[in-house]
């Protein structure tokens, strides 16, 4: 019995020391290698489950964005015209922080595109991830809306904007120089 006891003791510690090694998220910088990232609980896609390299080969935007900006939601019509324009060559991704179920929640995010799309402002064909993982967080630390993280082909942290310079002649030039 007392083996036993000291044999589960021991282990526990193990457990414990190995988990206190694992090390933590690092923001990125620019040029740094970007996670398979998998994102799950997304809407307004053909899968409610994706990973970062299902987009091997296109620039990726991942717009973070919070329900109450309102000047998030004005900037999803050219979201949606870019994606549109451009869809064989990059892949927008929105990431929508929220909180809770309310007004400022997932209920919140489920119901705006498809209002959005019987206003006639888009067809919003980009996936949305409803639930930020912790890691997106620790990887693209920000302290606005709305934030862009840039990722390129090779799945390299390319840039980190804001709205000013997501049209369609930053992406031209990016996508002939990379």
């Not at 390299?53 to 109450?68: Q, R, T």
């Not at 990431?95 to 209920?107: E, H, L, N, Y």
């Amino acid at each position: 019995m007392q083996k036993l006891t000291l044999i589960s003791v021991l282990a526990m510690l193990c457990l414990h020391t190995n988990a206190q090694k694992t090390p933590a998220l690092k923001p990125l910088s620019i040029g740094d290698a970007v996670p398979d990232i998998v994102f799950n609980n997304v809407i307004n896609y053909k899968d409610s489950t994706i990973r970062l390299s299902d987009f091997k080969g296109k620039l990726v935007i991942l717009d973070f964005w919070a329900p109450y900006c309102a000047s998030c939601i004005k900037v999803f019509p050219k979201i949606d015209s870019l994606q549109e324009k451009y869809h064989d060559q990059i892949q927008f991704i929105s990431v929508a922080i929220t909180f809770g179920t309310g007004k400022f929640g997932v209920d919140a995010v489920k119901t705006l595109f498809p209002r959005l799309r019987n206003e006639g402002r888009g067809k919003y064909n980009f996936p949305v991830v409803v639930y930020t993982p912790d890691q997106l967080l620790e990887l693209f630390p920000h302290q606005g809306f709305p934030f862009y993280a840039w990722i390129d082909k090779n799945r390299k942290a390319y840039a980190f904007t804001g709205y000013q310079l997501l049209d369609a002649q930053t992406i031209e030039i990016f996508l002939r120089n990379y």
